[in-house]
């Protein structure tokens, strides 16, 4: 990875208000309905996922469509069932950050449960629209960034480098105090 030294001074964080959509599935009950992917699971991943799993984000590969998520099923199910996807660091249970992306446990059932009975596709009439990706910066612009004089190449696992007379590290903040 080519570092070029990039600060970003308080940059501003944009909250995405989870849009909390219900998605039809009720859950393991009486109805013994099978989750489909246009129902049920298409709304997680476009919520949780796709915003790294998009062409051009983040995420090694899209999930953005029927056939992508299918090919993965049971990798998605895995990664999920074990909270490994999506990555969100800070422990549960100790205050609400903005941005929060953790799935419950009925999402984490639903997709568990989609990929066991065979990944179906449902009825793509109820497919919801895709959500759209800007390429850039995905929280504004900056308010400050510092070309460095020439590219630094840091290690995958780097932590905290120094260039010149400038301690360089790649984090993550999160604000508290957000409640829905
Ligand atoms: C913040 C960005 C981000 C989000 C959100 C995210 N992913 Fe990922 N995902 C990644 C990155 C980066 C990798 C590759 C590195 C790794 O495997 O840790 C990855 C890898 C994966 C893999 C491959 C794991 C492996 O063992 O090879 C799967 C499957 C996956 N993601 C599914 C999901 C699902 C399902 C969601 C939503 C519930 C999700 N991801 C949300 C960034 C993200």
């Known amino acids: 990875m080519i570092l070029r ?10 909250g995405v208000i989870a849009s909390g959509c219900g998605h039809g599935w009720s859950g ?5 309905q099978t989750p489909t992917f246009a129902r049920d699971v298409a709304p997680i991943l476009f919520e949780h996922c796709a915003p790294c799993h998009h062409p051009g984000g983040a995420g090694p590969f899209s999930l953005l469509s029927y056939s ?63 959500p759209a990706f800007t390429p850039g910066w995905q929280l504004g612009p900056p308010d400050l960034v510092i070309a460095a004089p020439e590219p630094y190449v840091l290690a995958a696992e780097g932590r905290a480098i120094l260039v010149g007379t400038r301690s360089v590290e790649a984090s993550e903040t999160f604000r508290v105090g957000w409640f829905p």
């Open 5 to 14: 030294d990039v600060v970003a001074v308080g940059a501003v964080v944009a």
């Open 28 to 32: 393991f009950g009486a109805a013994e």
């Open 68 to 130: 992508e998520a299918r090919r993965r099923a049971r990798q998605i199910a895995k990664v999920t069932s074990r909270r490994y996807m999506p990555p969100w660091l800070p422990e549960p249970g100790r205050g609400r950050f903005l941005g929060e992306n953790r799935l419950s446990d009925l999402q984490i059932a639903t997709l568990g449960e989609w990929a066991r009975s065979g990944a179906v596709e449902g009825d793509p009439q109820r497919l919801p629209r895709a």
